[in-house]
């Protein structure tokens, strides 16, 4: 059973940064693509950032230049640095891992709650 599990979310003041993990396991394949989502309180959960084994990371428009989206393949670990964090950041924030062939995210962490106040 695969298990994704975050870390690195908190409480910080708005220009501030924090770094998120998630890290999978109960598996030994590698992720073909990991990525963030995150979700506001009355609001949809979008997809921030992600990566897949080749091309470019992708950014969605609010966080672009300001986030950075990374991976350490042989931990299967991915990793948010968010910087410049404005109170808008203030989501939950979720992992999700894709295998190769999958059409889309099948596994998804617990959550990890962000906090960003002015």
């Known amino acids: 059973q695969v298990q994704l599990v975050e870390s690195g979310g908190g409480s910080v003041r708005a220009g501030d940064s924090l770094r998120l993990s998630c890290a999978a396991s109960g598996h030994t394949f590698i992720m073909y693509a990991m990525g963030w989502f995150r979700q506001a309180p009355g609001k949809e959960r979008d997809i921030v950032a992600s990566?897949?084994?080749?091309?470019?990371?992708y950014y969605s428009n609010p966080v672009k230049g300001r986030f950075t989206i990374s991976r350490d393949n042989a931990k299967n670990t991915v990793y948010l640095q968010m910087n410049s964090l404005k109170p808008e950041d203030t989501a939950v924030y979720y992992c999700a891992g894709m295998r190769n062939g999958a059409g889309s995210y099948e596994y998804w962490g617990q959550g990890t709650q962000v906090t960003v106040s002015s």
């Open positions: 990566t897949r084994w080749s091309g470019s990371p």
